[in-house]
Nanobody, 127 residues
Framework: QVQLVESGGGLVQAGGSLRLSCAAA????????MGWFRQAPGKDREFVAA????????YYADSVKGRFTISRDNAKNTAYLQINSLKPEDTAVYFC????????????????????WGQGTQVTVSS
């Protein structure tokens, strides 16, 4: 089992930027595809971005495409989400998740496919 810990959230004005980090412990991160999800109060957890084990494959929700960038550094056992041009509707708790897969090209947008989750970090965007 891998443990994931998110950090980097906070309060920021609209148009600002944040960089979220997801540090992994207990297992080598390279064996997992990684994803970022978010959950606003009263709403379901929604997909944000995913990256394959190889780092060659990425996928983004339409709502964040062009503003968010997912990346990973397997040597540091860390995944990242760079968030630019923040909007008030981006306000949510952001979770990183790990999907164990034998394929280095696999990624998924389905919350049910992810095996391990971090505790979440709050991102609040003021207008």
């Amino acid at each position: 089992q891998v443990q994931l810990v998110e950090s980097g959230g906070g309060l920021v004005q609209a148009g600002g930027s944040l960089r979220l980090s997801c540090a992994a412990a207990g297992r080598t991160l390279s064996t997992y595809a990684m994803g970022w999800f978010r959950q606003a109060p009263g709403k379901d957890r929604e997909f944000v971005a995913a990256i394959s084990r190889s780092t060659s494959g990425t996928y983004y929700a339409d709502s964040v495409k062009g503003r968010f960038t997912i990346s990973r550094d397997n040597a540091k056992n860390t995944a990242y989400l760079q968030i630019n041009s923040l909007k008030p509707e981006d306000t949510a708790v952001y979770f990183c998740a790990a999907d164990r897969t034998t394929s280095i090209y696999t990624l998924t947008t389905d919350v049910r496919d992810y095996d391990y989750w971090g505790q979440g970090t709050q991102v609040t965007v003021s207008s």
